[in-house]
């Protein structure tokens, strides 16, 4: 087994001390809200490079980093996503979803039509791979995907938010159709797709209560 090759951390602690940092971090954060009222202002594509590369900064198993984030603002393409999507959602909305199901999500408003899918400057698809592809690796075995894709998808969302533009996570199922048209490989697997850009004025959200934090906190054994 060959021996680690280890460099100093690089810790910067906030000035302010962790307790104000992170509650600066947690009001921040506590205005973030799912959008489905974009605006068709642009947005950069250097802002999309920093912020897919703050979610690739995420930890994963054996650090193998099994996630391809896929940019798209070419509105051709952003058209067949949107078509192929609300294809799917309408047979979501009418045969597969149990009727609980959209007895929760009536409260939100949602329905088959997904207009956003193309007037929202980017959409970030975000694929896991279910085999290492570099070509310098040791193996192709990928290690806890779901949970180091899932981690990264929560980096994602927390940097377009600290940019100030918004998001909306989007789960058409299912998702094969992204693979295929994006191009992708067979071991690439769609995991989500983000629509990210500015809110439209006078942008609505449903009016919802998150729970108490003692609601999802426990201390020890609680």
């Known amino acids: 087994m060959s021996t680690p090759d280890l460099v100093p951390l690089e810790h910067r602690p906030?000035?302010?001390g962790p307790e104000s940092a992170a509650e600066a971090f947690r009001d921040r954060m506590r205005t973030r809200?799912?959008?489905?009222?974009?605006?068709d202002r642009p947005v950069s594509r250097e802002a999309i490079e920093a912020i897919v590369a703050a979610a690739a900064s995420a930890p994963s198993g054996a650090n193998k980093q099994p996630w391809r984030f896929v940019a798209v603002s070419d509105p051709s393409i952003k058209r067949e996503i949107r078509l192929a999507a609300e294809q799917e959602e309408r047979l979501f909305y009418e045969k597969r979803a149990s009727e609980a199901w959209l007895r929760d999500?009536?409260?939100?408003?949602?329905?088959?039509?997904?207009?956003?899918?193309e007037i929202a400057p980017w959409l970030i698809v975000l694929f896991k791979c279910m085999k290492d592809d570099r070509p310098d690796r040791d193996s192709d075995l990928v290690y806890y995907v779901n949970e180091s894709v899932g981690i990264a998808?929560?980096?994602?969302?927390a940097a377009i938010h600290h940019a100030g533009l918004v998001t909306l996570?989007?789960?058409?199922?299912?998702?094969?159709?992204?693979?295929e048209v994006?191009?992708?490989?067979?071991h690439e697997r769609a995991f989500l797709l983000l629509p990210v850009g500015h809110?439209?004025?006078?942008?609505?959200?449903?009016?919802?209560?998150?729970?108490p934090l003692e609601e999802v906190l426990v201390f020890d054994r609680g």
């Open 153 to 157: 998808a929560g980096l994602l969302i």
């Open 169 to 179: 996570t989007h789960t058409p199922s299912p998702m094969g159709f992204l693979q």
């Open 14 to 16: 906030p000035a302010e």
């Open 33 to 39: 809200r799912s959008v489905r009222d974009f605006s």
């Open 199 to 211: 809110p439209a004025d006078g942008a609505m959200v449903p009016r919802i209560a998150r729970k």
């Open 105 to 117: 999500l009536a409260p939100l408003g949602t329905d088959s039509s997904k207009p956003f899918l």
């Open 182 to 186: 994006l191009g992708r490989p067979d």
